[in-house]
């Protein structure tokens, strides 16, 4: 589910980018896309992340790979928080000469970055991911480890 829950994030990260982020005290808005060119970056980032955790699920050990899901996880995070900038101070706008205000797309790509963040999380949180789990546990070289090792000789 987890994975479902990260691609809805990132398509409604995606949708905010041509949403309106900014605007001026005259009559001038600017969309994600306009503003600033990190943020349909990150949209895309998340579009690639978002198919391979979708390919994870019918292809990968485990319907995911933990690296992936974290992945995922770290960008969500960073997608969220470009946002929260625009909401709080738009980035760069003392350069660009002008006060900034927030407008309806940063607010929705910050619930599109957490949706994503927290799917992911849920996602990697699910022991189906560890190369490691798989109920006995024992140590080796202290980490927790399978019964087996890499060449399937149990391990003692």
């Known amino acids: 589910m987890g994975a479902y829950v990260a691609t809805a994030g990132v398509v409604v990260f995606l949708i905010a980018t041509f949403l309106d982020w900014v605007s001026t005290d005259e009559p001038v808005t600017g969309s994600g896309y306009e503003t600033d060119t990190t943020i349909p970056l990150v949209a895309y980032l998340g579009l690639g992340l978002a198919a391979a955790l979708l390919y994870a699920l019918n292809r ?22 470009l946002a929260l900038s625009y909401i709080l101070d738009a980035p760069g706008a003392l350069e660009r000469g002008g006060d ?37 546990e024992h140590r080796t070289s202290g980490h927790r480890t399978s019964g087996h090792t890499a060449t399937g000789h149990t391990a003692r």
């Open 100 to 136: 900034y205000s927030a407008e309806v797309g940063a607010w929705i790509g910050l619930v599109g970055g957490i949706v994503w963040a927290v799917g992911a999380y849920l996602l990697a949180k699910e022991p189906e991911g560890d190369d490691d789990w798989h109920g006995t």
């Open 60 to 81: 990968a050990r485990g319907r995911q790979h933990r690296g992936l899901s974290l992945t995922t996880m770290a960008a969500g995070i960073a997608a969220a928080g």
